[in-house]
């Protein structure tokens, strides 16, 4: 190591950058073909409606983690801030997809029995008056040849504990593991590069609010998406509620979304403290060498 030249040390550093992106751009498509993967019926034209809708997406993932400066991708030299997520909506689709591959109560493997049986405790735990949940099961077709209102309530147990299991492990590496690592400089530019700090005032207050309205926007997402993709559907078939896939994704993205709200206003707070903390030791610094000073 000691041999080489700067030139090469680039050369490494750059494969290993686009041997990453490669790598991350193959999960996302992955994730997105999960569910046609694992629910039977799945058209030839949904499947490459799909395929092209994974390829985009991985195609998009490979081009920001490929480039030397992201866009649009948030945290991305702080992880496993984007693993969490992205391993949170595969849990979410895998458990969900199960579910949806057959009726409640049919003959299935003991592995499909214990998830049905977990989502439908959880999910009942969510059908209270006014929630989401119940709005969502109003609108299902009673005469629905798809999946059936059991089935609902036993996805939506399933995607809410997931959330909330990501939730849990990315607060509990910013509250005990001091996320993003101290070992490596943290870049705001890089890992926020949507957020300019150079606008507003202080950087540390618009951190914080920007927090806040994100804590504020995960809970209002949590009871507004349902509602607004039954009118998004009520443009179409009815029918196309019942369609197993199509279950699949609104449930988990109707948790993914909160989810990926809510980290991103812990990860604000998380930066607006170090700022902060850089701050204060810099003042103890300046104050301790200024006796020396004079």
């Known amino acids: 190591m000691a041999g080489k030249s700067p030139a090469a040390f680039e050369v490494v550093a750059v494969l290993s950058r686009v041997l990453g992106a490669l790598l991350r751009a193959l999960l996302v498509v992955v994730v997105i073909a999960t569910p046609s993967l694992l629910v039977p019926g799945t058209t030839e034209e949904a499947a490459q409606v799909v395929m092209l809708i994974a390829l ?42 199960l579910v949806a591959r057959g009726p409640v109560g049919g003959g ?10 977990l989502g439908l405790w959880l999910g009942q735990l969510l059908d209270f008056g006014w929630s989401p949940l119940r709005v969502v099961l109003s609108h299902l077709p009673p005469e629905a040849g798809g999946v059936s209102a059991r089935q609902v309530i036993a996805m939506a147990g399933l995607a809410f504990v997931t959330m909330l299991c990501g939730l849990a492990v990315f607060a509990v590496l910013v509250r005990w593991h001091h996320w993003p690592s101290r070992s490596h400089p943290f870049n705001v530019w890089i890992n926020l590069p949507t957020f300019d700090p150079t606008m507003g005032g202080d950087v540390v207050p618009r951190l914080i609010r920007d927090a806040r309205v994100n804590f504020f926007l995960a809970l209002v997402a949590t009871f507004i998406l349902p509602v607004a993709g039954l009118k998004i559907a009520g443009h179409f078939d009815p029918l196309i509620l019942t369609s197993p896939r199509v279950m699949v994704w609104g449930i988990a993205l109707w948790m993914f979304l909160p989810l990926s709200m809510a980290m991103r206003g812990l990860a604000m707070v998380r930066v607006a403290q170090m700022i902060r903390s850089r701050r204060a030791r810099l003042v103890a610094e300046v104050v301790a060498d200024a006796p020396q000073a004079v």
């Open 108 to 117: 299935d493997t003991s592995l499909l029995i214990v998830l049905q049986a």
């Open 56 to 97: 985009a997406l991985g195609g998009f993932v490979l081009a920001e983690y490929g480039a030397t400066y992201p866009a649009l991708v948030e945290f991305r030299d702080a992880p496993p801030y984007n693993r969490v997520r992205i391993l949170s909506l595969f849990v979410m689709l895998i458990a969900l997809s």
